[in-house]
């Protein structure tokens, strides 16, 4: 047996341990006591005295976890996902906030889309590549861009602000799940359990599976449909891909599924396939500009889908919502004057005013400001975040930052895309990282990635973000975890 049919074997092993069928947390909140903020400091410190304890300060635990991550090549680039000692907690109260606010964020968003398509002056303003809006502007029979994507969310001063969403290559969604397994079985975890603790997974990554397959029903696909899912090859091989795990999870459903790179695709009209496999949907986990980047307009997928030959999810407009200027429209009154009063409630709540960065004048508060002499002026309130949500640059906080540190940034990001936003403090919180055989506590800030399949929220995992002078990148992931009273 192959090295690749032995592990996706321990991933059909892994799907029928876990019935992944159940209700979701998100959705179903137990009637419980609800924490208080203080409440939740409490246990995040009652867990961090754990960590002191005889039992677990010789940290074997903590090696034989890393050794479990690296044998199930939970990777990234060659490093652990998730380097971190302890998962991130949310209350009922909010994951009951973070859901009803990106659930009800997702048509709004997708309310923007439809009319950006609809308007060459409102397209431009995203910032797309030319290429890039000319694919966003094909029209689809059913719009994909909504089945599979996460939101980079904050809580602060007890509401919740959004700062991106990524709809082409969402993170997250498989690795979170196989890591909050690994989680729950640590002594550590037991031990804090037999408390006044009690912790529950957020939903399941499971439902990505059944939100591909309504969509593909609802773009029309009748049958059971062929589904090959399309990743970047990976030179390394190190890391077990989401692709991969999608690919298990779907022949676990009885429906044929295959990974497949950009080189692997052949169109003869009116099939899309990868060698002798017909394809009738597939899952796109590549960027447009990372397809673009080695391939023109002429590459068989390209074909197919400007013919509607394959249904593609997420299609070709998810660029839109994955710009962090589709927030910049969201704070433009001209551009929201027929919304609801309670759809621009929701917006000023969880949309912080943004801006692309460029030589202009706009408003803020309502006033009349020169953008640049602005962002100068104001670094203390403002941050600074790359167009695209996961393209890898750096994040920018201008209270801290020297004045010359925040010029330097803002130069920078007249030359690459980038967007100013209002900074809504997250705080910060003292993350237990393992590392070179220690335990190390670091000061980072954490970044809510709800999993949103379907329009509906049904998972979550945390951005654990960190860096110096005044810069935020990420740096590990950890599960997140329901937290109730026991």
């Known amino acids: 047996m192959s090295l690749v049919a032995k592990e996706l074997g321990c991933l059909y092993d892994h799907l029928k341990r876990h019935d992944l069928q159940k209700s979701n947390p998100a959705t179903e909140l137990p009637e419980k006591a609800e924490f208080r903020m203080e409440q939740m400091s409490e246990a995040i410190a009652c867990y961090d005295q754990l960590l002191a304890q005889e039992a677990f300060r010789d940290l074997a635990w903590a090696e034989e976890l890393q050794e479990r991550m690296m044998r199930d090549r939970l990777l990234d680039a060659g490093h652990l996902l998730a380097p971190v000692l302890r998962p991130q907690f949310i209350s009922s109260a909010q994951l009951a906030k973070l859901t009803a606010g990106c659930e009800r964020l997702v048509p709004i968003l997708d309310q923007v889309k439809t009319m950006v398509l609809h308007s060459p002056a409102l397209l431009n303003r995203l910032h797309l590549l030319p290429a890039e809006k000319m694919l966003a502007s094909i029209p689809v029979p059913h719009a994909t861009g909504s089945t599979a994507c996460h939101v980079d969310a904050h809580f602060s001063n007890g509401g919740v602000s959004v700062s991106g969403l990524e709809a082409c290559k969402p993170a997250g969604f498989a690795h979170t799940e196989l890591v909050a397994d690994l989680f729950l079985d640590l002594p550590i975890i037991k031990a804090f359990e037999r408390g006044r603790y009690r912790l529950e997974k957020v939903g399941s990554a499971n439902r990505l599976v059944e939100a591909l397959l309504d969509t593909a029903r609802k773009s029309g696909v009748g049958r059971t449909p062929n589904v090959a899912v399309l990743e970047a090859a990976d030179p390394a091989g190190e890391g077990l891909s989401e692709g991969q795990w999608l690919v298990s999870g779907l022949a676990a459903r009885d429906v044929p599924a295959l990974l497949v790179t950009p080189e692997n695709l052949q169109y003869s009209r009116p099939v899309l396939r990868s060698g002798s496999f017909q394809i009738d949907v597939l899952f796109r986990r ?40 589709l927030f910049e429209l969201l704070s433009d009154s001209a551009v929201i004057a027929n919304f609801s009063p309670c759809e621009r409630e929701l917006i000023s709540e969880l949309i912080p005013w943004t801006r692309f960065v460029s030589q202009r004048k706009t408003v803020f508060e309502g006033k009349p400001v020169d953008l640049l002499p602005f962002i100068l002026a104001e670094r203390e309130r403002l941050v600074l975040r790359p167009n695209e949500s996961s393209n890898g640059h750096p994040v920018f906080i201008g209270a801290e930052m020297s004045q010359r540190e925040w010029e330097r940034s803002t130069r920078m990001a007249l030359q690459v895309p980038y967007v100013v936003q209002e900074r809504r403090d997250p705080g910060r919180q003292r993350i237990p990282f393992f590392m070179h055989g220690d335990l190390r506590m670091r000061e980072a800030e954490v970044c809510l990635r709800p999993h949103l399949f379907g329009g509906k929220l049904r998972g979550a995992s945390a951005s654990i973000e960190a860096g110096f002078s005044g810069t935020l990148a990420c740096c590990a992931s950890a599960p997140v975890f329901l937290l109730e009273p026991n």
């Open 286 to 325: 590549l960027r447009t500009s990372e397809l673009l980047a080695r391939y023109d307009l002429s590459h068989p997928l390209l074909q197919a889908y400007r013919d509607q030959s394959v249904c593609v999810i997420n299609d070709f407009q998810a660029e839109i919502l994955g710009r962090r200027t």
